[in-house]
């Protein structure tokens, strides 16, 4: 299943709802989204059998992070509205991929160089992998980047239009000063074409679909930076803007909480999905009965003023969502293009 509000294989079932029902949280009633409508229980597949060296494990903090405004309070990150346009699975891995390359910056020449941020619009308009608006995989957008690159955002800005017109052909830009023409100096749009950034290696988490654990995800964060990993984002999750409560961890219904449809061991179930985040970290904290809750740091695609600041806490080690099965990381490549 493609990730983004816009399934073009199950368009004819979509409704346009407001987003603002009943929901066990309190959130307030906002925003305005294109959801699958569907009347079936969620079935997430398999957890998988954790066959990590318990060595390993015991090397992994219970906190960590590359960078969220829970951990840092002057934290500040421009997180993205993807609005009507379902291309999360392109938002969650460039920003995976751009954290990736500064992490690599850092370990090289041990300060902090910000990478520019690369054109979501360029994915959008010129993959042949993925469906644009309606809909890919951050698999196909990893084997974009691999092969044709990525531009920075001024070189190539998001338009937020239905246009299907594409100006990148093999990382050159064409016809740029008709195209750019809201950004703020074509001249210096038009240094930036042959700036290109690639991927070195993309792939999901342990090599297949569905590979994926609690562990093996923390270890590939902590070693390489963030992941990208596709959810089932439901009516509750989407409605939860301006949370200023810190402490709070986002759960599912219990009889949400189904992991296998088939009960045969090292087999996996189907997993419906709707929607692809950033997880840059994860933690530990104490709930009202002093109890050890465990959870992910997501950075999300639906603005600052979703979650808290963009972000939020993702109850980790249940598959909560299937947030922990279909992951993907993009390695950043220094042996072509600018960097």
Known sequence: ?????????KKTQYKKIRIGLENPYGFHKTHLADIYNTTNEHIYACRKHDDMNTKIKLTLPRNFSWGDPYNNSEFDDDVEDQKECGFCYIIASVYTLKKRFEILLWNRYKKKIKMPKLSNESI??????????????????????YEYGIVPEDTLLYANDNGNMCKLSLGIIENMDSYNSNSSSSSSSSNNVNEVYYASDYNYINGCYECSNEYDMMYEILQNGPIIAAINADKTLIDMYNITDEDFIYDVDSNAHKICDIPNEGFNGWQETNHAITIVGWGEQLDKNNKIKKYWIIRNTWGKQWGYNGYIKFQRGFNVAGIELQTVYIDPDFTRGYA
């Not at 299943?1 to 399934?7: E, I, L, Q």
Request: aromatic share 16%.
């Open 124 to 145: 959008i308009k010129c993959s042949p992998y993925n469906q644009g608006c309606e809909g890919g995989y951050p698999f196909l957008v990893g084997k974009h980047i």
């Open 1 to 9: 299943m493609t990730f983004g509000f816009s399934n073009p294989q």
